[in-house]
């Protein structure tokens, strides 16, 4: 398996409130995505990036912010959170779009009350 | 834009029946098309992979998928359903190479696969 952790695995945080999730990979890829998945939507692109520094905007983007500051760091930021924004994340690797495997990482739960 | 449509969300089928999911495209060019699996709280699996060459694609856990071209379809087929299959399944798909969404899979919005004993 790919060394790819997402941090935290799960949070509840009430609307309004910041919230940061960390997707960590040792792969050394160049490409890193953000996914939310919900019922009856599969999952859909939030934000990736093709390189440090390097990111772009997604399907559903509104909402959310990244950063990428080192090549195996991806954050991904909820300025001020919505319930709407509860979902379960993915992160995902790419050493070679579009092409190359992709390698997924575990998912954060993410709850907004 | 690309899209993906996978028809039906809920699939049932008997151990030991054939397993089929659907999966059509749209895409002006050929893209490159994949099947993942997700089992309960888990991250999703590569089950196979379409870029290019022979169309019908062998996966992993005797999974095996077909392009074909002129139908805009990828579609998940499996010849014995095992009870260990029950699981969620999408199909994606990446622009192929000139294009320039920079490797950004569009998913479907899944089929869950029931397997009845």
């Known amino acids: 398996d790919a060394g790819i952790t997402q941090s935290p695995r799960h949070k509840v945080t009430e609307t309004g409130t910041p919230v940061t999730l960390r997707c960590h990979q040792t792969?050394?890829?160049?490409?890193m995505y953000w996914y939310r998945q919900d019922p009856g939507h599969g999952l859909r692109l939030i934000h990736y990036?093709?390189?440090?520094?390097?990111?772009d905007k997604g399907e559903v983007s509104d909402g959310y912010s990244v950063s990428r500051s080192k090549t195996e760091d991806f954050l991904l930021t909820l300025e001020s959170a919505t319930s709407s924004q509860t979902s379960v994340y993915f992160c995902?690797?790419?050493?070679?779009?579009?092409?190359?495997?992709?390698?997924f990482g575990p998912g954060t739960r993410l709850t907004v009350l | 834009a690309q899209s993906v449509t996978q028809l039906g969300s809920h699939v049932s089928v008997s151990e030991g029946a054939l397993v089929l999911l659907r999966c059509n495209y749209s895409s002006s060019v050929p893209p490159y098309l994949f099947w993942y699996v997700q089992y309960p709280n888990q991250g999703l699996q590569l089950l196979l992979k379409?870029?290019?060459?022979?169309?019908l694609v062998k996966g992993i856990n005797g999974f095996e998928a077909e392009f074909k071209k002129s139908e805009t379809s990828f579609h998940l087929t499996k010849p014995s359903a095992h009870m260990s299959d029950a699981a969620e399944y999408f199909c994606?798909?990446?622009?192929?190479?000139?294009?320039?969404?920079?490797?950004?899979?569009?998913f479907g919005q899944g089929t869950t696969l029931q397997v009845k004993p």
């Open positions: 990036s093709y390189g440090v520094k390097d990111t």
């Open positions: 379409y870029t290019t060459g022979a169309t």
């Open positions: 995902a690797i790419s050493e070679s779009a579009p092409s190359g495997r992709y390698f």
């Open positions: 994606a798909v990446s622009p192929s190479p000139g294009s320039s969404n920079t490797g950004k899979l569009i």
């Open positions: 792969e050394n890829h160049r490409y």
